[in-house]
């Protein structure tokens, strides 16, 4: 459609269109479409707290790959050397060749947690499934440079499942319920894997798993885990009343129909609260969710993210969102954040606890 629209114009070509879309992107987004048989297309981040009758997840990525490596960390350094600054960010891949033994030692560490991060995902990925999940992947080299997630599911089947020859298991029943489970299941489980040479390329020869769904909590105790995350992540990309009112539509348009008017009414709750209209006024530099590094041991470091932080004049505003219940923890948690920003200069105005329920309740801490 945009590319249709463009062509509309007197401008034409790949590379003006280019240009364009660099301007345009970070404000363009596809409503997804609520009819049956519509497919929904998003990241595994933004499936995070969403469950969907068929999901269709496809994967040839490394467990730790070369783009992982590009992340960028930090290391202690003299300060004579670099004008007096005590660490600086240098890539993973840099420390990885490195012969020091403190920097062996941060990548280690860091390749690690990396790790940790890319496994959660797929985790996330495999778990949304409420009937059927396919994964589409191909078959492992037999020496990859870098663990491969294909050769995670073919060692589980061959550690697992004695039925398994190296290219072929099943299990299970294929056939989709096309209902809602009336109940969750009392054990998690697979009900079905398929796995096959993927370099044949036969439509019969997809991997295919199957599952129940991996329920942990009730339904309602989903429901509640759903909407706060939902909640959280539209905050976090709500920076005005302005800014709401023009992009409130692109901002729903993620949400299931019956979340929309919810979690809108909850948000111009916030935005004309006594306490918080303020904040959203553009007085302030405004940095919703972003980390806040703090020195650990050996020249690595922790990250913390505040909801929302507030500058001005050289004074900061911490405002943390809550669902739920209060918790001594959530006024340790902003107490820390604040700690944390005083030692980085900052002098801590105000430190905000916004429970977000039925009704919106301040708590100053």
Known sequence: ?????????????????LDEWQIIAKDFSIDAPEQPGAVKIMTVHKAKGLEFP????????????SRDKE????????PQRFQGFKALPVEMKVLEQSSNEVYQQIYQKAASEKTFDNLNRIYVALTRAVEQLYVITYQPPKNPKNLKVSQIFKDYLTLRHTGFDGENFEYGNPVRRNQ??????????IAKLHYQNWQLRQQDKFLKINTLSFERWSEQQQSAIRHGMQLHDILSRVTTVKQWQQQKPKLLSGL????????AEIIEKILNHPDLSLYFTG??????????????????????????????DGKIIIIDYKTGAESSQHSLQLQNYAAYLSQAGFEVESKLLVYL?????????
């Open 1 to 17: 459609e945009k590319v249709y629209q463009f062509n509309q114009k007197d401008l034409s070509g790949l590379k003006p269109f």
């Open 54 to 65: 068929v999901v269709v997840y496809y994967t040839d990525e490394a467990v730790l790959d």
């Open 71 to 78: 992340t960028k960390v930090w290391i202690p350094v003299n």
């Open 180 to 189: 809602k489970l009336e109940s969750a299941p009392t054990k998690s489980g």
């Open 256 to 263: 299931d129909v019956s979340l929309q008017n919810k979690i």
């Open 283 to 312: 007085e302030y530099q405004i940095l919703n969710e972003r980390d806040i590094l703090i020195p650990a041991t050996q020249g690595a470091f922790k990250q913390k993210r505040p909801d929302r932080l507030l500058i001005k």
């Open 357 to 365: 329920n039925d009704a919106v309740y301040v708590k100053y801490v």
